[in-house]
């Protein structure tokens, strides 16, 4: 008499699972184990831009940010820091890693913008660099014979410094933020916030939410971009809270014994991480920990299939030529190609 | 006690005196006299908005200057450089001071800022222009002095240095006022940046040849004290509030953050009391005569010479200047009338241009017209022929149909007189068959 195994009463289970293994686990979410491990190999790229006068802390912020001096004044020592007569665009890039994820981190800066007296059309330069960055990618994707990974160089998310005033929105903000707003993931952040008492801090992020509201200018989190319900509720959350009042600091102090990041005056030390003195661990928690990947996806499937969509209309058959296609399958590529650029990874 | 002359008759000897004569008094029946007069003191603050010139303004004087009721142009949102003047009567210890405070919401605030300081300057040269007015009029018993006596220039704490629009606002302003340069919201600095920050600022003053108001040198020792250590300061780091809070048990002025309590009156979180003493309790007389005896004088001395040398015034003065002499043998009129003769030919020379540009424009425009027009007209044909053409098709077809109709009716028809005939002789036949 041998002994009953599951195999004598349901005969058409493979051999393969044996006795005491639960036969109904098939194994599809070892996929997520698998795309963990493709990821780690390949490393992320993020390209982060930073806009706003000169003097509102951007670098030291992004310094604190990345707990490391990624700024370009970290590495391009300036002796003195002169205000530029015009606009650059400077990127650079440093390779980080941690816990064996490797990144590759673009930081963008834009000295000389809102420095000058007249600062009609500072935001051409900018938005000329983001849609050239679009456009390599672009150039990149519809080669005939083009590279598994394309290097994605494309301006993932920009980061603009409000000053504190404390009453409203410039005029000078209100208008690159509207322009920006339909090309680029804008994060507002109220620089140097430790200017700001806490009832003068609600007041002005108040006065700058309704400003936003009027204009119809619409920074991330978008609200048209929630996908369910969950996505709203977070994104709700975090939308009440824009724009974040940041204190950006890269040096250290003791304060009760720990050694931390932040400034020291007369009259206190502001902490950076503390969420009581200022919101800097919201912004990194948004830009860094929950919505980096969400970032980065909104950039390549909604901004930049918009500007894609532009371009190939306006070009039709140049790109159609180019590519030795006629002009009737270029419409039905296009289809195609965006509910596949919309589950691309 | 014989006295020693020079060239000029000049005592070069003080005199000792033999008893008490009593004019050691003059300085009290100065005082008395000035008490009962009252001060005026026009004080203009110039800065970015939301930079706190207002609550600065509230906190010197301890006035509530811009009240609820009365908000101050923080408030509102200004898309031209405006200035304006408040005028506020503060008394104290018997002595009345009536203070004149000249805003200018706007400035800096657009985002095209060329010649913001223009409806500045234009605002001082006026009141110079005022006081010229009531000085060279023959009765002057009542002078009302609203010349501009001290301009505060509010400087964004960037950290960085100077901006251009600081730079020539304050290259402008420099021989028309005295300018005191303070560093406005000083509590966004930790001690250090503010240091660097100053440095780099009387580093940029220096470069661009920006003459700031100067304190004036004395011959008391303590007094050259206090002011050196005002000049290692400047320019001022300044915090301004109207809020009093409680830190061990001291009321204070101050800002409550989470972190601590910035107090106003504190001399190691800013230097407001610097300041304060010096506006106020020190040097107020002195602004007035260096406003008096410097800009004022400046300003007239160019204007007057501008009207003698040109024989023409080129700056419409309402009030009654002395009629100028004239150089060179011609007279003020014709002298216009020349002027005036220049200023018409090149408007008409202006005019013909503009008109020359506008016929080019206009004949583009037309021809541009005309050719979309002919390219519609063609369109419009073509449409036309190929709805022709259709219409001929249709045509075509219809025929083709009736005709087939009509053969199909005439055949159906044939038929018909068949079977009727074929039922005739049917019924014929069936007919013969009975019989």
């Not at chain 2, 966004?188 to 440095?199: G, H, N, R, S, V």
Request: glycine share 6%; aromatic share 6%; with cysteine.
């Amino acid at each position: 008499m041998h002994k009953k195994t599951m195999e004598d009463y349901v005969p058409n289970v493979s051999k393969a699972s044996g006795p005491g293994v639960d036969f109904s686990y098939v194994g599809i979410d070892a996929i997520l184990e698998q795309m963990r491990r493709k990821a780690m190999k390949q490393g992320f790229e993020l390209n982060i831009m930073v806009v706003g006068q000169s003097g509102l802390g951007k670098s030291t912020l992004m310094n604190t940010l990345f707990k490391s001096k990624v700024s370009r004044k970290s590495v391009q020592a300036t002796a003195q820091e002169k205000i530029p007569k015009t606009i650059e665009i400077k990127s650079i890039s440093h390779d980080i890693e941690e816990k064996g994820v490797r990144m590759k981190l673009t930081v963008i800066d834009t000295p000389g913008f809102g420095d000058q007296i007249n600062n009609e059309n500072c935001w051409r330069p900018i938005m000329k660099f983001i849609n050239d960055q679009y456009e390599a990618y672009l150039q990149e994707e519809i080669n005939i014979n083009r590279k598994k990974r394309i290097p994605d160089s494309r301006v993932h998310c920009c980061i603009y410094f409000i000053p504190p005033t404390g009453h409203c929105l410039r005029p000078l903000d209100v208008e690159f933020m509207r322009r920006l707003s339909k090309v680029v993931n804008i994060v507002p952040v109220i620089a140097k916030a430790d200017t700001l008492t806490l009832e003068e801090r609600d007041f002005f992020k108040k006065k700058i939410r309704e400003e936003l509201r009027a204009n119809g200018i619409d920074v991330y989190p978008q609200k048209e971009f929630d996908e369910d319900a969950e996505d709203r509720m977070i994104n709700e959350k975090i939308r009440e809270m824009i724009p974040f009042a940041v204190v950006g600091s890269d040096q250290e102090y003791q304060v009760n014994g720990r050694r931390l990041l932040g400034r020291k005056t007369k009259w206190g030390t502001i902490e950076v991480e503390n969420i009581a003195h200022c919101e800097f661990a919201y912004l990194r928690d948004l830009l860094i920990r929950t919505h980096m990947q969400n970032i980065k996806d909104i950039t390549s499937s909604i901004h930049y299939e918009m500007y894609r969509v532009r371009r190939l209309n306006e070009n039709n058959t140049v790109v159609a030529h180019a590519n030795g296609m006629p002009e009737h399958h270029l419409e039905s590529e296009e289809k195609f190609d965006s509910s596949c650029a919309a589950s691309r990874f | 006690m014989e006295p020693t002359e020079t060239d000029g008759g000049i005592m070069e000897q003080p005199k000792n005196l033999e008893g008490y004569v009593g004019f050691a008094n003059l300085p009290n029946q100065i005082y008395r006299k000035s008490v009962k007069r009252g001060f005026e003191f026009t004080l203009m603050v110039v800065g970015e908005s939301g930079l706190g010139k207002s609550t600065l303004i509230n906190s010197l004087f301890l006035t509530d200057l811009y009240s609820p009721e009365y908000p101050g142009p923080s408030h509102r949102v200004e898309k031209t450089v405006t200035v304006e003047q408040s005028k506020v009567l503060v008394k104290e210890g018997g002595v009345q001071l009536l203070l004149t405070i000249v805003d200018t919401p706007g400035f800096g605030d657009t985002i095209d800022n060329s010649n913001c300081w223009q409806p500045i300057i234009d605002y001082i040269d006026n009141k110079f222009e005022g006081y010229l007015n009531a000085e060279s009029r023959v009765n002057r018993r009542l002078m009302p002095d609203s010349r501009v006596q001290c301009c505060l220039y509010f400087i964004t704490p960037s950290g960085h240095g100077l901006k251009p629009l600081d730079v020539e606002f304050m290259k402008r302003l420099h021989e028309k006022v005295n300018i005191i340069p303070l560093i406005a919201k000083a509590d966004t600095m930790t001690p250090e940046e503010c240091q660097l920050f100053k440095k780099q600022i009387m580093r940029g003053i220096q470069e661009h040849k920006i003459r700031i108001y100067q304190f004036p040198e004395t011959d008391d020792e303590e007094e050259m004290k206090m002011v050196k250590r005002i000049k290692d300061r400047l320019p001022l780091a300044v915090i301004g509030s109207n809020t009093i809070i409680e830190v061990n048990g001291k009321r204070v002025r101050g800002r409550q953050y989470p972190w601590g309590v910035a107090d106003v009156e504190n001399g190691e979180h800013c230097d407001f009391t610097i300041l304060r003493n010096m506006l106020i309790r020190t040097h107020m007389q002195d602004l007035k005569d260096v406003t008096n005896n410097v800009h004022y004088e400046n300003y007239r001395s160019r204007k007057l010479a501008a009207v003698t040398y040109n024989g023409v015034d080129n700056n419409k003065s309402k009030g009654q200047l002395t009629k100028p002499e004239t150089s060179d043998g011609m007279s003020p009129l014709a002298q216009m009338e020349e002027e005036r003769r220049d200023h018409v030919s090149k408007m008409k020379k202006m005019e013909q241009e503009m008109e020359q540009v506008f016929e080019m424009k206009v004949k583009e425009k037309l021809q541009k017209l005309r050719d979309s027009e002919a390219e519609l007209q063609r369109r419009q044909e073509q449409m036309k022929k190929n709805l022709e053409a259709q219409h001929r098709e249709l045509e075509d077809r219809r025929r083709q149909h009736e005709e087939e109709k009509e053969r199909w009716e005439a055949q159906q028809r044939i038929l018909d007189q068949q079977k009727l005939d074929n039922s005739r002789t049917l019924e014929k036949n069936k007919k013969k068959k009975i019989f």
